[in-house]
């Protein structure tokens, strides 16, 4: 049987190594400049050091070039797209066309991964990507296990699905909150950091949801993390290739410890299928307990209808 992948998003350089030893298989970096909602950002000489640290651990690394890219940034993408094809990249993770068409013209020899999320909801669309040469597709957190298991069958290249971490509900390229508040006459220094950002409490639901701004825009995520690492058996049978952990809106401590969980978990479902079946319960409870108080575990859109569900 095959084993997925675990890959996760580290805040920094000084994380790689003890992700390494926490069992991370692959690492997803980047600028913020050009990558989407990266837990840490990382500038040119930090991107080339840890690629070399990645690397010296024989584990593989991407590099993220999934922003919503305006006119304006185009040149820049050609620009740094050409200062770092010559590192041992995996991969390129792209979302916007526009960023394949750069990639395929300023490194055509490099690896793709399709990294839009909201778009990847059905076989025909991830398999548009693989026929014109992606290796990889990422798919939608808002659609369900059985849709992402017959996905993964009609697929013709790799699969990765988020398993842990906060799913972005919202996103615009505008720093909404920044300017609401300059509306309202108040003095706004610098936009809503993912340390200093704010919390949007839902009464009814009681329920907090994290907001912040970047290079990006505003960000909006849901209330709640998805945490699937007592129900990964079913996603390793049907052969999906990549388990993601985001470590966005996470302490670094947090970060480690669900690495260690889920390859623990990972690597017990493959070998003894009865006692993963028998401790998943436990796994889940220990997420729970390094969990932050305002933020609850839950599946996600794996076992809840949405606008995705089958008919």
């Not at 991107?47 to 991407?62: D, F, G, M, T, W």
């Not at 991964?113 to 014109?132: I, M, P, Q």
């Not at 505008?174 to 409490?201: A, C, M, P, T, W």
């Not at 410890?257 to 889920?262: C, G, H, L, S, V």
């Amino acid at each position: 049987m095959k084993k997925p992948e675990l890959v996760v998003t580290p805040h920094d350089l000084h994380e790689i190594e003890p992700l390494i030893e926490a069992g991370a298989d692959a690492f997803i970096i980047g600028e913020e400049k050009f990558g989407l909602r990266l837990a840490g950002h990382f500038n040119r000489d930090e991107l080339r050091q840890a690629v070399e640290l990645i690397k010296k651990h024989n584990k593989k690394v991407y590099v993220a070039i999934n922003a919503i890219m305006p006119n304006g940034l185009l040149d820049d993408l050609k620009t740094y797209i050409d200062e770092i094809k010559s590192l041992p990249i995996d991969a390129l993770r792209f979302s916007d066309p526009g960023a394949y068409m750069i990639a395929k013209e300023v490194a055509p020899d490099m690896t793709l991964h399709w990294s839009s999320e909201t778009l990847g909801t059905n076989y025909f669309t991830v398999n548009y990507w693989y026929d014109r040469g992606v290796l990889r597709t990422v798919l939608a957190p808002e659609i369900m296990k059985e849709p992402v298991i017959e996905t993964k069958e009609q697929a013709k290249g790799e699969v990765e699905i988020l398993v842990h971490g906060a799913i972005c509900m919202f996103q615009s390229r505008r720093n909404l909150v920044g300017n609401y508040l300059k509306f309202q006459g108040q003095v706004v220094e610098k936009i809503q950091s993912r340390e200093e950002g704010l919390l949007l409490f839902d009464s009814e639901r009681q329920l907090y949801y994290p907001v912040f701004e970047d290079q990006q825009g505003t960000h909006i995520f849901n209330g709640s993390d998805v945490c699937m690492i007592d129900d990964l058996a079913d996603f390793i049978d049907a052969g999906v290739d990549s388990l993601r952990i985001d470590g966005v809106l996470k302490s670094s401590d947090y970060l480690i410890n669900a690495t260690k969980a889920y390859r623990f978990a990972i690597d017990l479902c493959i070998e003894d299928r009865a006692k993963y079946n028998q401790v998943g319960r436990a796994l889940y409870k220990k997420m729970e307990e390094i969990q932050p108080k305002h933020r609850l575990l839950d599946r996600g859109f794996f076992y809840k209808p949405s606008i995705y569900k089958n008919k």
